[in-house]
């Protein structure tokens, strides 16, 4: 668990149901950008006319699920009028058994910040108080704990969001500035008294997609973020392994209309200082055509780039949906009884996006072995050992870290079984079809991390590699010799064996700042 950042910024989101994107929630997360909910009289009129209504159908003795009715199949069990205060206590008391790891302090910021973007829609019933209290809790940083495991995706995220309508009521546990405590303490500390939730409140918190989609937008950004970080790993490694650019023209790429992937040929360009005008030979290239982890990059790279948009598309749409149920509708009279919670579109994005990033695991990896391999390297040193010709047969290089580099690959790819197919009935066969959206989304999260492992790793070994040709008077290009000298600031050389697990894990957790300025123009 990292502990949050002492200084935000004092960039600012106003939320009034207007559209808001995935770098927001990526920056609210990261605790970059503060949400503040907005003063305009007409929002708070609309948020307001909601649990208005509410009150007038209850006054009538109207019939509303999960108001006036219990919870699931038990739909047709009529709660009497004096026990609907009780009713959202329950509800998010008998959904408190997750299990498994907690939500880092970021994934747990970003479903805050979902679920109060989807009740800012204005259709859920809830009151401003409600919504001022999720912003209170993102800026005061007081998230709660939120374990992992437990949700099906539909009824959306019951059992995780549990935690959040719990620690509104004063319930279960907050992480206050990183440091796990009960959140009454943390409440009374700060003179807050527990919220007392409205007749629907506890539905709107807790019958969505809010889990499973912040997980989506922080996914989506870190593999972007991997692509680009591929892209530049793979001009690093062709140019050490003497490649032929050639590969990547312009012309031969036009022929092959795929934008994502032409994209990526004209990065690769770029950063060999490739001009298709050049008709030379490759530089001491003895091959007509290199093999496929590096002369089919941008292939493999370019179906990543080819759906990020649409991925982003359906992840945008849910995180700016009214996904709880019923649905509230003070305007036409209506109580609008459906499915929205089903999180069938962050499913289907999640379950791809698993299997687009552990391709990239699978292509440096397969670089990674070409680098390592004298048969193959032409000419670089066995394994990439830096050492001198009398310490050679005591070092090994990056021998281990080709193993590790493979084993984080195959388990990668064991992950990208698709969830979504996995589909359970649950609850007395009320939820006899469900999205296993959650799980799609933390597989990805956990497929993220095995490639960012991998991406670390040959990033290190990219340097060595560049480095030792180098050494035999080879002239590296502008853009990757700044890039170099970027990651040596980061890393050293490595002439004599030594622990490299540090140095990996810091590449890990910084990612992010290695990589931000990469094909920003």
């Not at 437990?150 to 319930?171: K, M, N, R």
Request: with cysteine; glycine share 6%; aromatic share 6%.
């Amino acid at each position: 668990m990292t502990a949050p950042f002492t200084k935000p910024s004092t960039a600012t989101v106003v939320l009034d149901g207007s559209p808001v994107n995935l770098e927001t929630v990526h920056a609210v997360a990261h605790r970059r950008m503060r949400v503040v909910l907005s003063e305009d009289p007409e929002f708070r009129r609309r948020i307001a006319a909601g649990p208005a209504f509410l009150d007038r159908l209850l006054a009538e003795e109207g019939v509303i699920y999960g108001v006036t009715t219990g919870y699931g199949d038990a739909c047709t069990r009529p709660v009497p009028a004096e026990q609907h205060a009780e009713l959202p206590r329950h509800l998010y008391t008998f959904h408190g058994c997750g299990l498994g790891e907690m939500l880092t302090l970021e994934e747990t910021r970003a479903v805050v910040l979902v679920r109060l973007v989807s009740l800012c829609q204005g259709v859920s019933g809830v009151s401003v108080e409600l919504l001022e209290r999720l912003a209170w809790l993102l800026e005061s940083d007081l998230m709660p704990v939120i374990p992992a495991e437990g949700s099906v995706g539909a009824s959306g995220d019951l059992t995780p969001l549990s935690y959040l309508a719990a620690v509104i009521c004063g319930e279960r546990e907050v992480f206050d500035n990183g440091q796990r405590r009960p959140t009454h303490e943390a409440l009374s500390e700060r003179g807050v008294a527990p919220y007392q939730l409205r007749p629907k409140e506890g539905l709107a918190l807790m019958n969505g997609t809010a889990v499973m989609t912040a997980l989506a937008c922080l996914a989506w950004t870190r593999a972007e973020r991997l692509s680009r970080l591929s892209t530049r790993l793979t001009a690093m490694n062709v140019w050490a392994l003497n490649g032929n650019p050639h590969h990547f023209d312009a012309g031969l790429f036009a022929a092959k209309p795929h934008i994502g992937q032409q994209r990526v040929a004209e990065r690769l360009r770029h950063d060999l200082g490739y001009h298709d005008d050049d008709h030379d030979a490759p530089r001491n290239s003895s091959r007509l055509q290199d093999r496929y982890s590096t002369r089919c990059a941008p292939h493999v790279i370019g179906v990543l780039e080819d759906s990020l948009p649409w991925l982003r598309h359906f992840i945008e749409n849910e995180l700016n949906s009214a996904n709880d149920n019923p649905l509230i509708d003070p305007v036409g009279n209506k109580v609008m009884h459906g499915g929205h919670f089903y999180g069938g579109h962050i499913a289907f994005a999640m379950d791809s996006l698993k299997t687009l990033v552990a391709n990239l695991a699978d292509l440096l990896d397969r670089q990674l072995a070409l680098l390592v391999d004298p048969r193959y390297n032409h000419g670089l040193a066995d394994n990439l050992s830096g050492a001198s010709a009398e310490r050679a047969p005591l070092n090994h290089g990056y021998k281990a870290v080709q193993i590790g580099v493979s084993a984080w690959t195959a388990e990668a790819l064991k992950a990208t079984m698709p969830a979504s197919v996995f589909s359970r009935s649950t609850e007395c066969h009320n939820q006899d079809k469900v999205s296993m959206g959650s799980i799609a989304a933390r597989d990805a999260m956990r497929v993220l991390v095995l490639t960012e492992q991998v991406g670390a790793a040959v990033l290190h070994a990219a340097c060595q590699a560049v480095d030792l040709r180098r050494r035999q008077e080879a002239v590296l290009p502008d853009e990757l010799a700044h890039f170099q000298s970027h990651c040596r600031a980061w890393f050293a050389f490595v002439d004599e064996d030594r622990a490299l697990d540090t140095e990996l894990r810091l590449l890990c957790e910084h990612l992010e700042s290695i990589t931000e300025r990469l094909y920003v123009h």
